[in-house]
């Protein structure tokens, strides 16, 4: 039984790796966006204005402080109410964006923090402007304190994406609750969901970890 | 849109509300006791010097990591049954967000007993404290600075996380939003307060875990 069941599920491996391929589509578009907006608002939050910095701190709160289902099931079915009415793929990418910019916010937020005052005067006395100062000195002392914990978020992201089979993104988790409803081994087929996951983010966290390693290593050397 | 927002339905179903609520709580509470045993027994494997108990601690730990908690949720609650165990929502759900939550206690321990120098234990040997007297007023008073903050920050991940056994539906908050959706069609009313409730939450533990930074970290620091 438990054979021919195994031998179905080879022959549907296919579907799988298109709902892998979902997967990653969906994790890469969102995590492009959301470094680019998670990078200009953890700027804006350190920025001077007192009134920007609360709002993005505001909205970083709402972000982590509610579930990401509740988000999803917000942008899916009550925009619509207000008359944004979103199909489930950019329902999906809007809802990942909007949370993972918010986690990446802190972070850039915190490395840029962690950079010391004196830089930027010493920035500002060699004449550069404010765009400069950031651009030349500070992000780029900044990036060794953000970049592990950058590859951590997207790999939250990438498990978080799992999430979106809710409103019926065929994603790899989505193609594993079809397929369990036809073959009834569930943990055959979540071993393999599980599996196909692993692949993706344990490299990401391996990377994560050596990105700490060695950029705190080099740090001590200087 | 604030308008059209019916409050009265949303007084009607508070009874329901609140019952979600105190469920979430209660998941949450019950999954984190089991997660810190989970995770300090983990630990204690992960710093083993037998290398099969090592090996195991690390499998367990890794494979946690990086996998969706949606998709291990789903391994037991379509998992179990295959091998003959009828489970009820509830307890797979929390058999699930136990063994999440304890991959990731699992590491906040070990970081926080790593994070003793062994200078300090080997002051401790020599001056003849024993294993008890060195965990007690070496080891633990240190470790617990690192260890506390991160462990209420993973609470708040657990309090959020234990939303996602809604989508097995058992009764908790998340789940009155989908009821008063399905029942009234009033998607709006039902998530916005969810996640005004979850926020809640999130506002009563968010103080805590910067309080309890504070005031460890100085401890760990003077």
């Given at each position: 039984?438990?054979?021919?069941?195994?031998?179905?599920?080879?022959?549907?491996?296919?579907?799988?790796?298109?709902?892998?391929?979902?997967?990653?589509?969906?994790?890469?578009?969102?995590?492009?966006?959301?470094?680019?907006?998670?990078?200009?608002?953890?700027?804006?939050?350190?920025?001077?204005?007192?009134?920007?910095?609360?709002?993005?701190?505001?909205?970083?709160?709402?972000?982590?402080?509610?579930?990401?289902?509740?988000?999803?099931?917000?942008?899916?079915?009550?925009?619509?109410?207000?008359?944004?009415?979103?199909?489930?793929?950019?329902a999906a990418i809007l809802a990942l964006t909007a949370m993972?910019?918010?986690?990446?916010?802190?972070?850039?937020?915190?490395?840029?923090?962690?950079?010391?005052?004196?830089?930027?005067?010493?920035?500002?006395?060699?004449g550069l402007n404010k765009f400069q100062q950031l651009k030349?000195?500070?992000?780029?002392?900044?990036?060794?304190?953000?970049?592990?914990?950058?590859?951590?978020?997207?790999?939250?992201?990438?498990?978080?994406?799992?999430?979106?089979?809710?409103?019926?993104?065929?994603?790899?988790?989505?193609?594993?609750?079809?397929?369990?409803?036809?073959?009834?081994?569930?943990?055959?087929?979540?071993?393999?969901?599980?599996?196909?996951?692993?692949?993706?983010?344990?490299?990401?966290?391996?990377?994560?970890?050596?990105?700490?390693?060695?950029?705190?290593?080099?740090?001590?050397?200087? | 849109?604030?308008?059209?927002?019916?409050?009265?339905?949303?007084?009607?179903?508070?009874?329901?509300?609140?019952?979600?609520?105190?469920?979430?709580?209660?998941?949450?509470?019950?999954?984190?006791?089991?997660?810190?045993?989970?995770?300090?027994?983990?630990?204690?494997?992960?710093?083993?010097?037998?290398?099969?108990?090592?090996?195991?601690?690390?499998?367990?730990?890794?494979?946690?990591?990086?996998?969706?908690?949606?998709?291990?949720?789903?391994?037991?609650?379509?998992?179990?049954?295959?091998?003959?165990?009828?489970?009820?929502?509830?307890?797979?759900?929390?058999?699930?967000?136990?063994?999440?939550?304890?991959?990731?206690?699992?590491?906040?321990?070990?970081?926080?007993?790593?994070?003793?120098?062994?200078?300090?234990?080997?002051?401790?040997?020599?001056?003849?404290?024993?294993?008890?007297?060195?965990?007690?007023?070496?080891?633990?008073?240190?470790?617990?600075?690192?260890?506390?903050?991160?462990?209420?920050?993973?609470?708040?991940?657990?309090?959020?996380?234990?939303?996602?056994?809604?989508?097995?539906?058992?009764?908790?908050?998340?789940?009155?939003?989908?009821?008063?959706?399905?029942?009234?069609?009033?998607?709006?009313?039902?998530?916005l307060t969810v996640a005004v409730l979850y926020l809640c939450?999130?506002?009563?533990?968010?103080?805590?875990?910067?309080?309890?930074?504070?005031?460890?970290?100085?401890?760990?620091?003077?």
């Amino acid at each position: 039984m438990i054979a021919e069941y195994a031998s179905r599920l080879i022959q549907i491996i296919p579907f799988f790796l298109k709902g892998l391929l979902m997967t990653v589509v969906v994790s890469g578009i969102s995590l492009v966006l959301s470094t680019a907006l998670g990078f200009i608002l953890g700027i804006l939050r350190t920025g001077r204005s007192r009134l920007v910095s609360r709002s993005i701190g505001l909205y970083v709160d709402v972000m982590r402080g509610t579930p990401f289902v509740v988000q999803i099931f917000i942008v899916f079915f009550i925009l619509p109410e207000w008359g944004l009415q979103l199909d489930a793929l950019p329902a999906a990418i809007l809802a990942l964006t909007a949370m993972t910019s918010a986690f990446i916010c802190e972070v850039v937020a915190g490395g840029i923090r962690a950079v010391p005052k004196g830089q930027w005067e010493a920035a500002a006395a060699s004449g550069l402007n404010k765009f400069q100062q950031l651009k030349l000195v500070i992000l780029p002392q900044a990036m060794r304190t953000i970049l592990p914990p950058l590859v951590g978020q997207y790999v939250l992201m990438i498990k978080d994406s799992s999430v979106v089979s809710v409103i019926g993104v065929t994603e790899l988790t989505r193609v594993g609750w079809q397929t369990v409803v036809r073959i009834p081994e569930g943990l055959m087929v979540f071993t393999l969901v599980g599996v196909l996951y692993f692949v993706i983010c344990y490299p990401l966290i391996r990377l994560s970890n050596s990105l700490e390693q060695r950029l705190s290593q080099e740090s001590v050397r200087l | 849109m604030i308008t059209n927002f019916n409050f009265r339905v949303v007084w009607e179903y508070m009874p329901l509300f609140m019952q979600g609520l105190r469920n979430t709580f209660l998941i949450s509470l019950v999954s984190l006791i089991l997660a810190l045993a989970v995770g300090i027994i983990a630990c204690g494997c992960r710093l083993s010097r037998w290398k099969l108990l090592r090996g195991l601690a690390i499998a367990y730990i890794e494979s946690i990591r990086s996998t969706p908690l949606l998709v291990q949720i789903y391994f037991f609650y379509f998992g179990l049954p295959t091998l003959g165990l009828r489970v009820p929502e509830l307890e797979t759900g929390i058999i699930a967000l136990m063994l999440n939550s304890g991959a990731y206690i699992a590491e906040i321990v070990r970081a926080g007993i790593t994070s003793v120098s062994s200078g300090q234990i080997e002051a401790g040997i020599s001056s003849g404290l024993s294993y008890f007297q060195r965990m007690r007023f070496i080891i633990l008073p240190q470790a617990l600075g690192v260890t506390v903050p991160p462990l209420l920050g993973q609470a708040i991940v657990l309090v959020k996380d234990s939303a996602l056994l809604s989508l097995i539906s058992v009764m908790e908050l998340t789940r009155c939003g989908q009821e008063l959706t399905s029942e009234r069609f009033m998607p709006a009313e039902g998530f916005l307060t969810v996640a005004v409730l979850y926020l809640c939450i999130y506002y009563c533990l968010k103080p805590l875990a910067g309080w309890a930074q504070k005031k460890l970290i100085f401890r760990e620091a003077y």
